[in-house]
């Protein structure tokens, strides 16, 4: 069955701080993404990847990063994390760039 | 560039009574469209899709979609609602040439006794 995974369900950081989150997929999938998920405004993508070490902007971009050593893991990285970046975070994947894509569980961060 | 309307924010269905949640998406070719369910605190789950072929797609857990190109629409339905069906629902419009999906800003639906 297909699975994609993200380290923390819950996280709180304080301003400033650097965040990571971890995804990882076990379906050998080319293509992952980020998104932030915030009410009213849906699903906004960050970045995605589809390759290794390979990545694009989506929407909103500023103020993060990403990286991608091995096919299987996506991290998100806030450098410096600020108060409106409290968000529900996703990680999904694909086979092919336009076809389905699987969700992780999400993360909720929290910054203080 | 795709876009993707869900003009309803929330919808509330009396349990057993059918279902049908509005999409509508912009895009000048034939797309790839999608519906997924969250849970919540869960992430999104792949109801149904449609490619090409038959308009009228099923899906998991009794839900259906019909793609209408006329009327650039993707509505989902169910003939008989449960309490567990309560949960946010999304459009989501992709295309071959694409290298991403567009969702839309969800429907939540809440489902009462």
């Known amino acids: 069955d297909v699975k994609v995974t993200q380290s923390s369900r819950y996280l709180v950081k304080r301003t400033g701080e650097k965040v990571f989150l971890e995804c990882v997929q076990d379906?050998?999938?080319?293509?992952m993404f980020w998104y932030r998920q915030d009410p009213g405004l849906g699903l906004r993508l960050i970045y995605f990847?589809?390759?290794?070490?390979?990545?694009e902007k989506g929407d909103i971009p500023e103020g993060y990063s990403v990286s991608r050593e091995k096919k299987e893991r996506f991290s998100l990285i806030l450098e410096s994390a600020s108060t409106n970046q409290t968000s529900m975070y996703l990680c999904?994947?694909?086979?092919?760039?336009?076809?389905?894509?699987?969700f992780g569980p999400g993360t909720r961060l929290t910054v203080l | 560039a795709q876009s993707v309307t869900q003009p309803d924010i929330h919808i509330t269905v009396s349990e057993g009574a059918s279902l049908e949640l509005r999409c509508n998406y912009s895009?000048?070719?034939?797309?790839?469209l999608f519906w997924y369910v969250q849970s919540p605190g869960q992430g999104l789950q792949l109801l149904l899709k449609?490619?090409?072929?038959?308009?009228l797609v099923q899906g998991i857990k009794g839900f259906e979609a019909e793609f209408k190109r006329s009327q650039s629409s993707f509505n989902l339905r169910k003939p008989s609602v449960h309490w567990s069906d309560a949960a946010e629902y999304f459009c989501?419009?992709?295309?071959?040439?694409?290298?991403?999906?567009?969702f839309g800003t969800g429907t939540r639906l809440l489902v009462s006794p």
């Open positions: 999904a994947s694909s086979l092919v760039t336009a076809d389905t894509q699987y």
């Open positions: 990847s589809y390759d290794v070490k390979m990545k």
């Open positions: 449609y490619f090409s072929g038959d308009t």
């Open positions: 379906m050998d999938h080319e293509n």
């Open positions: 895009y000048g070719a034939t797309p790839y």
């Open positions: 989501a419009v992709g295309a071959r040439s694409f290298q991403k999906l567009v």
